[in-house]
């Protein structure tokens, strides 16, 4: 069974930063590749940033040079380093991790979601 608790939300304001955490337990063999995504209300959930198991990293447009996406493969947890928030920043954010408990079995897992409230 494998659990990801998400922390760091809040509300800020516009031009504030912020830092999301996800951290995976139970059993785990190795963090694949990770994802962050958004919802805003009345939207579509959307990829915000992703990093793969070897490190590369893919943006929206939207974020690119304001987030930044990373990962802690020994403490099993990733960030969302967030600079330069904007009022349409605000949504609920969640982590999406791709584990494998045992080599060659993996499963997606989804995070509990984090509000962040950008004000202006």
């Known amino acids: 069974q494998v659990q990801l608790v998400e922390s760091g939300g809040g509300l800020v304001q516009a031009g504030g930063s912020l830092r999301l955490s996800c951290a995976a337990s139970?059993?785990?063999?190795?963090?694949?590749?990770v994802g962050w995504y958004r919802q805003a209300p009345g939207k579509q959930r959307e990829l915000v940033a992703a990093?793969?198991?070897?490190?590369?990293?893919n943006y929206a447009d939207s974020v690119k040079g304001r987030f930044t996406i990373s990962r802690d493969n020994a403490k099993n947890t990733v960030y969302l380093q967030m600079n330069s928030l904007k009022p349409e920043d605000t949504a609920v954010y969640y982590c999406?991790?791709?584990?494998?408990?045992?080599?060659?079995?993996?499963?997606?897992?989804w995070g509990q979601g984090t509000q962040v409230t950008v004000s202006s």
């Open positions: 999406n991790i791709r584990i494998a408990w045992v080599p060659g079995h993996e499963s997606d897992y």
């Open positions: 990093i793969t198991s070897g490190g590369f990293t």
């Open positions: 139970g059993s785990i063999f190795s963090i694949n590749a």
